[in-house]
């Protein structure tokens, strides 16, 4: 295995231009990929023990209860599971949209949705109050539950993934063949599969916050800005690191990609707010987030809308930034700490405001009615959380690394 | 070069160590606090639970729970009012405790229970006068 | 006001004659139900340890708030009694588990004050049985809302789902249950309407804590019932009566 980066002489770029696109493996030095799997290793190790913690000890030791059931462990599962679905949209375009220039970006797309996905059922398994009976989800189905459907999604997609990743690599006519009907097998799954990840709160008639349609939508166009942004940061590290060029021009289409996903999420997002505001009903529940003066009010106009959607868009538009790396690549860390932000408001904040047990009247009783709910997130939680996203890193960097999934260039023609 | 005797038996020996732990009398169980009325009885339900114990257990508990079917037979109850004592001031079992009458086969075999999770794993003192 | 008093007087009659006929009644009831269950006139009876349960009965609560004094506090003390929860060591008081709770409200408008307990409602279209995705938590077929905690994974989307926040789920590893209340660490817990109670032809224990004339428990389906006959007679309210849900648990005075 080569440490240096492969060197093309200009008649060899010149010929394999009209040649088929090349893949190699990540070549990168024994010493950064050793540490970087040894820094990805100890926040899995953390998150490890933070799992033995809660399951030995009980659900006690973590800042969840029974107001707020579902903690900084979701927000950090969801968001890697919603990722995964849009990072397998740049396949996508490439297959079915036949843009040609993310063609060759198929192969890591596919490979980052899954291992974005591994991610986040690994942290959402092991934070079941019952982790060690997850053979029972898989047995018992309750076919009503979205949750029950959403099992077979996830798994399915990994699936379907799988072999349209083969259908992209083996050079094979049979395999080939499969190329194109997996793409839009895969294009309808992932739809399928982030309504459902929606509909697990649009479902829920209980909360002032949730049953509502638009959060299947919602959480299609988050999607997108999640995966790609996810995306744009694999392709910027993996391509910096082993002295591979990556072109302006694939830099820009994945920019401005994001960029049209961001609006779109504003877009569901406003939609979806001033439609609340409009009923008398959600009045409450719309006060307290836009501008109950709580943490969540920050969260939402500071984290998701200024930080985590105007400021990317605004350093991807500006014109003085027009092709600059690191504005992009701040954009796409940007575009994620927002959806964090978002999840973390959709997940915690709609379990904060009370149920609406008598509307028009102050309700009190010694379960937290009538009030808003307070939840901190303990370590333990953080610790699982980012431990899938490590976990989904180590996959990706084991993945590039063994497997030949990146292009060799990306120049611009 | 075919091995010496000498190498034989160390090897067979060496294997033999490893039978050490197989025995297959099952431990010595803690007595029921109530027994059958005749000796037969007491040999059908040993022999019965020995072959049974965990199909009737995982498949009576949906009857219970699904249809509301609670016979003597569809009740752990019933099985630890006369397989734990009752507890007393001096002395508690508890499913943790390797002499509780479930532990001490699932300690030997080291296959978890879970049911003791959510059920009393000690018989209440109404439920054991009521018996009485 | 009339209502009121015909409902005391209603109530009283109600309380007492259920009283005379279950306890005069029982050695009749456990001959007849061998013989002819079908014929028989149902109140709470116990139906015989080896039958499923059907669908023919529908068990349900009435609550008079009108006359709770207390606000339900006896009925809530009595739960945690038979049940065992309510103090586990570990749990925050966040985190402790609530079969039933003590609500008051006070209409802005109106400004009256109601108190009143609230528990799982039953509802015939449970969200929460709609939403577990392993079958656990499950309406059985005479209408009351469980949990088969033996096949619970601990996911709480069934608590996400309520709109009552019925639900509770338990943080920590418990010991010394109640032998007829089994609960434990992991899995999600709820008010069971006494089924151990009920399949034995007792009444829920709340029911008979509350003060007199102040809760009635019976068969919805049965139209001769103590609870169909007031009801029919008064009608009463559902909590969030707007989201259909039909439930087993209504009130008076809310």
Known sequence: MTTEAIQLTPEQIKTSRNSKMVFTEWQVSDKVFYGLLAIIGLFILTAAISFFYVEHHGHYVTGMNNQVVWGMPHVFAIFLIVAASGAANIGSLGTIFNKKEYQPLGRLSLVMAMALLLGGLAVLVLDLGHADRLIIAMTYYNFKSIFAWNIILYNGFLVIMAVYLWSMMDRQKLAKKFYKPLGYIGFMWRFILTTGTGSIFGFLVARQYYDAAILAPLFIAASYVFGTACFILGLVFFYRFSQRDLGQDIQNRLRYTLAIFIVLVLFFEMVRHLTNLYATEHHGVEAYILSGGDKITWLFWLGQILLGSLLPLLLIWLPSLRNNQKALLSAACLAIFGGLNQLYVIIVGGQLYPLALFPNASVESSFADGVVATYSASLPEIALGVGGVALSVLAIVIAVKVLRLLPERLQDE | ?132 | MNRVEESKDQSTNLIDRYRRQFLGGLGITTAAVTLAPSVLLREVQAKPDDEAVTNEVRWGMLIDTNKLPDGGDSMVAACKKEHGWGDDPNASPAQQSQWVRKVTFKDKLTQHETSLPVMCQHCETAPCVDVCPTGASFKRADGIVLVDKHICIGCRYCMMACPYKARSFVHEHLENQQPHSPRGIGTVESCTLCVHRIDKGEQPTCIEAAPPKAAVFGDLNDPESKISKALAKYGAQQIRADLGLNTGVRYWGI
């Open chain 2, 1 to 132: 070069m075919p091995a010496s005797p000498t190498i034989h038996r160390f090897i067979i020996m060496l294997l033999a160590a490893f039978l050490v732990g197989c025995d297959s009398n099952p431990p010595e169980l803690m007595a029921a606090t109530k027994v059958f009325e005749t000796e037969q009885q007491t040999k059908l339900h040993i022999a019965e639970m020995r072959t049974n114990h965990m199909h009737l257990l995982t498949h009576k508990r949906d009857e219970t729970m699904y249809s509301g079917i609670r016979t003597a037979k569809h009740s752990l109850n019933a099985c630890i009012d006369c397989h734990v004592p009752m507890p007393t001031a001096q002395k508690v079992v508890k499913h943790t405790d390797a002499e509780h009458f479930c532990a001490t086969c699932h300690i030997e075999v080291a296959v978890k229970l879970d049911c003791f999770q959510c059920h009393a794993d000690r018989p209440a003192l109404k439920t054991a006068e009521v018996a009485k």
